[in-house]
Structures are given as C-alpha cells and as structure tokens.
C-alpha cells in the first residue's frame, strides 16, 4: 500500500478542485473508494469528479438509491453510496460487478463496508478533519492498493 498524494484544503472550493483533477485525469476502468465521516467533504470531491469528467448536471450522494450513473461525460461515472446495505449479497441485485470492471470509473463511498468484493486493485480516498487547523481544513489522503 502506497500513498499516492496527500493534499490539504481549507475550503470547499478547495476539495473540489482535487476532485475536477481526478476526473480529468481519471481513465475508463479506475475503481475509489471514498473514506470519511459524515459531512467531511465526499459529496463535494465527488462533484468535482464529476465536473473533470464533464458532467454537467447535478449531482448527489445516491444515499437512499445506493447507485447514480452519469452518462454525459467524456466517459460513464458509477458513484455508489453504499452505508444502507445491510449484507455485500445485496450488491449482486445491483449487478456491482457491471460498473467495478465496467467502462466507466467508480466512486464507493463507504467502502469498508463491502472490502470483500472490491477489485484487488483500487485508490482509498481518506477524507480527514482537523478541527484545530480550522473547521474547514481537510487532509485528503489517496493510496493505491
């Protein structure tokens, strides 16, 4: 396991900037998870994703619907929230396997929950406060695994 950058941000605008480079430079096939608290900062890295990929439209933590695919960018986005599923099987209703070794690049949030059928490859996105650096600093840690 090796880290591949570490960035600290103090403002959204900030975390999602990280996110437009990873989505302009992210390629077909490339699997994160996203690691962190409630309210850290996963949903604006992620719209920053987006926002590299040239999605245009909206874009939310699919919280309730555990899967959100975008279409409309330079290649497809599955951004999976999956904190409600209750046993991994429930992944393989949803067909998991279609989008992890698909076209387009995943985003997992609340992977741990699901570690068992990850890909054997795959970069953690560990979103970090520290409140005594400000409540808006973020130490935002990616590791290649």
């Avoid at 950058?5 to 403002?11: D, P």
């Avoid at 309210?39 to 939310?60: F, N």
């Avoid at 068992?116 to 400000?134: A, D, Q, R, S």
Wanted: glycine share 12%; proline share 3%; with cysteine.
């Amino acid at each position: 396991m090796d880290i591949v950058t570490r960035h600290e941000t103090n403002s959204a605008k900030e975390t999602f900037e990280i996110g437009k480079r990873i989505g302009e430079s992210a390629t077909p096939g490339m699997v994160y998870t996203l690691v962190g608290d409630l309210g850290v900062g996963k949903t604006v890295l992620t719209q920053g994703v987006a926002e590299g990929l040239g999605i245009t439209g909206p874009v939310s933590s699919p919280t309730f619907t555990v899967l959100q695919v975008y279409d409309e960018g330079r290649i497809p986005f599955y951004h999976f929230d999956v904190y409600r599923i209750g046993d991994v099987s429930e992944m393989d209703e949803i067909g998991y396997e279609d989008y992890f070794y698909g076209d387009g690049i995943c985003f997992i949030e609340w992977a741990n929950l699901i570690e068992e059928i990850l890909p054997e490859h795959y970069t953690e996105i560990v979103i970090e406060k520290n409140l005594e650096k400000g409540f808006d600093y973020r130490l935002i840690t990616m590791t290649k695994k």
